[in-house]
């Protein structure tokens, strides 16, 4: 058993390898939180030693934030591309929309990492998290209407970045295993928070 795996190991290649630690911890954190996932658990679900896993991360911490860093970007790609393709601010609005909820609809674990608070009490992490919420309200703020001073249109971007993770967060509440597919599912979160959005932002005006 101890040589099969032993085998199993040696034919990763180096970024293989990583790779599959990424992923492992990826469920592990998204399953448990961070505080109670360990380098040990990683290790074992990944069928390694720990010695192994520290040749690749030198800590938990370096590995969650490498993992929150990734998501970011994947996530920020996604939001802007579709905006880009959008013909009209109210398609853009739920186009970037259905692009978040895509990515929360098919890549649950990601977010459930994400939306994690077991680790609030910890600066650098939270601080890890803002970042995610700050590229999204980036790419948000040049589609607010032009008219409002720059503190208002960031104070908006912000605003539409909460609603969208606070119906995430309801959404992974509630889904069931019988939901429809991930286009459905993400296009009908981005119709429902798209109208309400778009009625509160065609509202706005300079104060």
């Given at each position: 058993?101890?040589?099969?795996?032993?085998?199993?190991?040696?034919?990763?290649?180096?970024?293989?390898?990583?790779?599959?630690?990424?992923?492992?911890?990826?469920?592990?954190?998204?399953?448990?939180?961070?505080?109670?996932?360990?380098?040990?658990?990683?290790?074992?679900?990944?069928?390694?030693?720990?010695?192994?896993?520290?040749?690749?991360?030198?800590?938990?911490?370096?590995?969650?934030?490498?993992?929150?860093?990734?998501?970011?970007?994947?996530?920020?790609?996604?939001?802007?591309?579709?905006?880009?393709?959008?013909?009209?601010?109210?398609?853009?609005?739920?186009?970037?929309?259905?692009a978040y909820f895509r990515l929360v609809v098919s890549r649950e674990a990601e977010f459930?990492?994400?939306?994690?608070?077991?680790?609030?009490?910890?600066?650098?992490?939270?601080?890890?998290?803002?970042?995610?919420?700050?590229?999204?309200?980036?790419?948000?703020?040049?589609?607010?209407?032009?008219?409002?001073?720059?503190?208002?249109?960031?104070?908006?971007?912000?605003?539409?970045?909460?609603?969208?993770?606070?119906?995430?967060?309801?959404?992974?509440?509630?889904?069931?295993?019988?939901?429809?597919?991930?286009?459905?599912?993400?296009?009908?979160?981005?119709?429902?928070?798209?109208?309400?959005?778009?009625?509160?932002?065609?509202s706005v005006h300079a104060d």
């Open positions: 058993m101890a040589a099969n795996l032993e085998v199993a190991v040696r034919r990763l290649t180096a970024e293989q390898r990583r790779q599959q630690l990424v992923a492992v911890a990826l469920e592990l954190f998204a399953q448990r939180g961070y505080r109670s996932t360990t380098m040990d658990d990683i290790a074992e679900a990944a069928g390694v030693t720990k010695p192994l896993v520290y040749q690749h991360f030198s800590s938990k911490r370096a590995l969650y934030l490498e993992l929150v860093n990734s998501i970011a970007q994947e996530l920020l790609v996604a939001v802007r591309s579709a905006v880009m393709q959008a013909e009209g601010p109210r398609q853009q609005v739920e186009m970037g929309f259905a459930r990492l994400l939306y994690g608070r077991d680790h609030a009490d910890d600066k650098e992490l939270g601080r890890a998290l803002r970042t995610v919420e700050d590229a999204i309200a980036q790419a948000i703020e040049p589609l607010i209407a032009a008219g409002l001073d720059d503190d208002h249109r960031r104070l908006l971007a912000y605003a539409v970045v909460g609603m969208a993770e606070g119906a995430s967060r309801r959404f992974m509440e509630q889904r069931t295993a019988d939901g429809g597919s991930v286009e459905e599912e993400a296009h009908r979160l981005a119709r429902r928070v798209a109208n309400l959005a778009w009625a509160g932002l065609r």
